[in-house]
């Protein structure tokens, strides 16, 4: 059986006991970067587990490995660096094939950074889209100016090395809907987290001001 595991993104204290228990039961762990997860089962105080590395440069024949080794009847946990696995991280793949191959998957929910940042915003989420890492690149800006068109609430992630041209382009792309509301959401559920509430108009300001630590989830409300 493979498990999916949330877990916590940024206060340890989130951690869910179903999590806790599923993390005693398994054979091994598979993970995007082991020492995170080591820091997580020693704060857990949880027996030392065999890690299996997962991450988006895996090849795919250690896919098939792990695949093999759940056809053994291995019962393996699958988790993030943080939140849920599989959102705007390479664990889909896995899931994926373990579908494929009829396997039983089974999902211990938990947090989950956008969610997180949706639930505060204030913003309405009776219906929202999410973008996840906008492209580097290639269609780049087709994306934000299609953001004034959409008439659902946006929510997106952004690095701390990207957080202010992002910000400052989106502004550029919605410079014909000033009033739109947009939220900046940073180091959610930790010491310093910051919720800021912004316009568009305002948003360059914003971008220049805001502190550039820890990863971003941007809200755009809906065009009104």
Same mark, same amino acid.
């Given at each position: $059986?493979?498990?999916? #595991?949330?877990?916590?993104?940024?206060?340890?204290?989130? /951690?869910? +006991?179903?999590?806790?228990?599923?993390?005693?039961?398994?054979?091994? /762990?598979?993970? %995007?970067?082991?020492?995170?997860?080591?820091?997580?089962?020693? *704060?857990?105080?949880?027996?030392?587990?065999?890690?299996?590395?997962? *991450?988006?440069?895996?090849? =795919? %024949?250690?896919?098939?490995?792990?695949?093999?080794? !759940?056809?053994?009847?291995?019962? !393996?946990? $699958?988790?993030?660096?943080?939140?849920?696995?599989?959102?705007?991280? =390479?664990?889909?793949? !896995?899931?994926?094939?373990?579908?494929? %191959?009829? !396997?039983? #998957?089974?999902?211990? =929910?938990?947090?989950?950074?956008? +969610?997180?940042?949706?639930?505060?915003?204030?913003?309405?989420?009776?219906?929202?889209? @999410?973008?996840?890492?906008?492209?580097?690149?290639?269609?780049?800006?087709?994306?934000?100016?299609?953001?004034?068109?959409?008439?659902?609430? #946006?929510?997106? @992630?952004?690095?701390? *090395?990207? #957080?202010?041209?992002?910000?400052?382009?989106?502004?550029?792309?919605?410079?014909?809907? =000033?009033?739109?509301?947009?939220?900046?959401?940073?180091?959610?559920?930790?010491?310093?987290?910051?919720?800021?509430?912004?316009?568009?108009?305002?948003?360059?300001?914003?971008?220049?001001?805001?502190?550039?630590?820890?990863?971003?989830?941007? /809200?755009?409300?809906?065009?009104?």
């Amino acid at each position: $059986m493979l498990s999916i #595991i949330a877990t916590p993104i940024g206060n340890l204290g989130d /951690i869910t +006991l179903r999590a806790i228990e599923t993390f005693k039961a398994c054979d091994a /762990i598979v993970c %995007e970067d082991t020492r995170v997860t080591g820091q997580l089962l020693k *704060h857990l105080d949880i027996p030392k587990k065999e890690f299996i590395s997962c *991450h988006g440069y895996t090849k =795919p %024949e250690k896919v098939d490995g792990i695949i093999e080794r !759940l056809k053994g009847g291995e019962h !393996l946990v $699958m988790v993030s660096d943080a939140g849920t696995p599989g959102i705007s991280d =390479p664990g889909y793949a !896995l899931v994926s094939r373990a579908r494929k %191959e009829e !396997l039983t #998957i089974e999902a211990i =929910p938990g947090p989950s950074a956008f +969610l997180t940042a949706l639930s505060v915003s204030g913003l309405p989420i009776n219906q929202f889209v @999410y973008m996840g890492f906008p492209p580097l690149k290639k269609g780049r800006q087709t994306l934000f100016r299609s953001f004034a068109e959409e008439k659902r609430t #946006i929510v997106l @992630y952004e690095s701390v *090395h990207r #957080i202010e041209k992002t910000l400052c382009e989106i502004a550029d792309a919605l410079t014909e809907q =000033p009033d739109r509301i947009v939220v900046v959401a940073r180091e959610l559920t930790k010491m310093y987290e910051e919720l800021t509430h912004t316009t568009v108009a305002e948003l360059k300001n914003t971008a220049a001001s805001i502190t550039k630590k820890g990863e971003f989830v941007v /809200i755009i409300g809906a065009q009104r």
